[in-house]
C-alpha cells in the first residue's frame, strides 16, 4: 500500500520560514520524480516545485529564491524548505509521486501564513 504523509505545516507569521516533510512508504522512492503542489481556497492545485531522481529541480516562479526542494532517498523523505513566507504562500500543500503511469498523493498538511 502506498502511502505519502506529509508533515510540518502550521501557522506563521509573514517573512517566516517552515520546514515540511513527506514520509513514503510502499513505492520504491529512489526511481520516482518527486514533488510538492499547493492549493489554495477557491484556487484550483498548482505546482510549487518538482525534483527528479537525479536531483534536478523546477520552482514556480513565485517562490524561487525563497524555498527549497530536497530529497533523502536513504531516508525515502521528501523536503520542502519555506523561507520568507508570505500570505499568498497560504494553502493546503501536497506532497506527490509520480512515475509514469502511476501518480500518487498525500493528504495534504495546511500551510498558514498570517499576523
Known amino acids: 500500500q502506498v502511502q505519502l504523509v506529509e508533515s510540518g505545516g502550521g501557522l506563521v507569521q509573514p517573512g517566516g520560514s517552515l520546514r515540511l516533510s513527506c514520509a513514503a512508504s510502499?513505492?520504491?522512492?529512489?526511481?520516482?520524480?518527486m514533488g510538492w503542489y499547493r492549493q489554495a481556497p477557491g484556487k484550483q492545485r498548482e505546482l510549487v516545485a518538482t525534483?527528479?531522481?537525479?536531483?534536478?529541480?523546477i520552482y514556480v516562479d513565485s517562490v524561487k529564491g525563497r524555498f527549497t526542494i530536497s530529497r533523502d532517498s536513504a531516508k525515502k523523505t521528501l523536503y520542502l524548505q519555506m523561507n520568507s513566507l508570505k500570505p499568498d504562500d497560504t494553502a493546503v500543500y501536497y506532497c506527490?509521486?509520480?512515475?509514469?503511469?502511476?501518480?500518487?498523493w498525500g493528504q495534504g498538511t495546511q500551510v498558514t501564513v498570517s499576523s
Open positions: 506527490n509521486a509520480a512515475l509514469t503511469p502511476t501518480n500518487y
Open positions: 510502499g513505492i520504491s522512492f529512489s526511481i520516482y520524480r
Open positions: 525534483i527528479t531522481t537525479r536531483g534536478s529541480t
